[in-house]
């Protein structure tokens, strides 16, 4: 695999949580839609306010005098109320544009600068939201960092292109928008992905199929495309309420969980590229009995993944429970094949190893079921 390659997958960890400017070497930037508003401050305290009645039908609350001035609010303008998922009002002096701009950022390089750092750059502009990420020297840019940004942008960033190159530069802009692919349709392909690989990791193993099981392992990259997708669209919805309703969501509270599902379904695929991995170090077939076995394990542990995805996008908090059940049977079975495979001879590491992978991925069904218990307790006990 190529080191850019590498080290964006060391990054990610790092670049899905926060986009810190202060440790990109980031020379200039725009976010024109951020929902501070320069003027518009934030007190210590809140300002009480009692609410009057007017007429038969209104409810009339008094703006602060000093936020009217600051804003140059006159009487008889208007200003646009936004109720928020949790029961609080967001006002504005004037309308927001919905956002038909594009996020900037650009990133100064020199001969020095390796393709590693450059993708990670890269990678945490991308998750961090900007649209439009240009890549420029003075000195020109090497061919080597030209072609770091060609691989991370084919093989990692969905819904990119480099739009333009010269010499000095390169343009990279993301042309999907939000709405064209929502968060449950990208998880929906990541966990179709990932329940498709456990299978043919399975079918690997079963057959000694060397082929199938690299298609197997390259098919891993595809779900950590959609990874970063996932949140980069998780962390526009927290900054951005429009952005929230355009990815499907109804509150922010629910992108802390859904983060949890996006890292479950790419660990999942994780072991089931671990599960390829290792058919390749089998020197010769296992037992019927044994195979049997393991192909019980992977039938129960891709019940329990679907089980746990259609629980998610259903909100259901009883089909989410009963996964549970199916991921004890998991831990039971594991239990007998290790006992089986003790006594055999040959690959008994292997052997041990795949059915670790397969059973941490029912444990993995079980973490996003339990999000999905945690996301709808409360309408469940009402």
């Known amino acids: 695999m190529h080191r850019s390659m590498r080290a964006a997958d060391a990054y990610i960890e790092k670049a899905d949580t926060e986009y810190i400017r202060s440790k990109i070497n980031i020379d200039s930037y725009r976010r024109p839609h951020d929902t501070r508003r320069e003027g518009?401050?934030?007190?210590?305290?809140?300002?009480?306010?009692?609410?009057?009645?007017?007429?038969?039908?209104?409810?009339i609350v008094n703006l602060p005098k000093k936020w009217v001035v600051e804003q140059g609010i006159r009487q008889g303008d208007l200003v646009f109320i936004y109720p928020q998922a949790d029961g609080s009002l967001l006002l504005y002096?004037?309308?927001?544009?919905?956002?038909?701009?594009?996020?900037?950022?650009s990133i100064r390089v020199d001969p020095h600068t390796s393709p590693d750092s450059l993708v990670r750059h890269l990678v945490s502009l991308y998750v961090g939201g900007y649209d439009v990420?240009?890549?420029?020297?003075?000195?020109?840019?090497?061919?080597?960092?030209?072609?770091?940004?060609?691989?991370?942008?084919?093989?990692?960033?969905?819904?990119?292109?480099?739009?333009?190159?010269?010499a000095d530069g390169m343009v990279v802009q993301v042309l999907l928008s939000f709405p064209q692919l929502p968060i449950e349709d990208a998880l929906r392909r990541m966990a179709t992905i990932a329940t498709y690989m456990l299978r043919d990791a399975?079918?690997?193993?079963?057959?000694?199929?060397?082929?199938?099981?690299?298609?197997?392992?390259?098919?891993?990259?595809?779900?950590?495309?959609?990874?970063?997708?996932?949140?980069?669209?998780?962390?526009?919805?927290?900054?951005?309420?429009?952005?929230?309703?355009?990815?499907?969501?109804?509150?922010?509270?629910?992108?802390?969980?859904?983060?949890?599902?996006?890292?479950?379904?790419?660990?999942?695929?994780?072991?089931?590229?671990?599960?390829?991995?290792?058919?390749?170090?089998?020197e010769e077939g296992l037992g019927e009995g044994l195979l049997a076995q393991l192909g019980e394990l992977k039938e129960l542990t891709t019940r329990a993944l679907e089980a746990s995805m259609a629980s998610l996008f259903k909100r259901d908090y009883a089909e989410a429970e009963g996964v549970f059940d199916v991921v004890a049977k998991c831990r039971g079975l594991e239990s007998v094949i290790l006992s089986r495979a003790a006594g055999g001879k040959g690959d008994g590491v292997s052997v041990k190893l795949i059915v670790e992978d397969i059973r941490r991925c029912s444990e993995y069904a079980a973490?996003?079921?339990?999000?999905?218990?945690?996301?709808?307790?409360?309408a469940s006990s009402s």
Do not use: W
């Open 202 to 282: 399975y079918r690997a193993v079963e057959t000694l199929d060397r082929d199938l099981a690299n298609i197997v392992i390259r098919s891993d990259d595809e779900v950590d495309r959609f990874s970063l997708y996932v949140i980069r669209q998780l962390v526009g919805a927290v900054a951005d309420r429009a952005v929230l309703k355009d990815v499907g969501l109804s509150s922010p509270s629910d992108c802390l969980g859904y983060r949890v599902v996006v890292k479950s379904l790419e660990r999942i695929a994780d072991h089931a590229a671990r599960v390829a991995h290792a058919s390749l170090g089998l």
């Open 93 to 105: 002096p004037r309308r927001q544009p919905r956002p038909e701009g594009r996020d900037e950022a």
């Open 367 to 378: 973490d996003i079921a339990e999000i999905v218990m945690n996301m709808t307790v409360r």
């Open 40 to 59: 518009l401050k934030m007190e210590d305290e809140a300002e009480a306010r009692r609410v009057q009645f007017t007429g038969r039908s209104s409810y």
């Open 133 to 166: 990420m240009r890549v420029y020297s003075e000195e020109g840019v090497t061919l080597a960092q030209k072609e770091a940004v060609k691989e991370i942008v084919r093989t990692r960033l969905v819904g990119t292109e480099v739009v333009s190159e010269s």
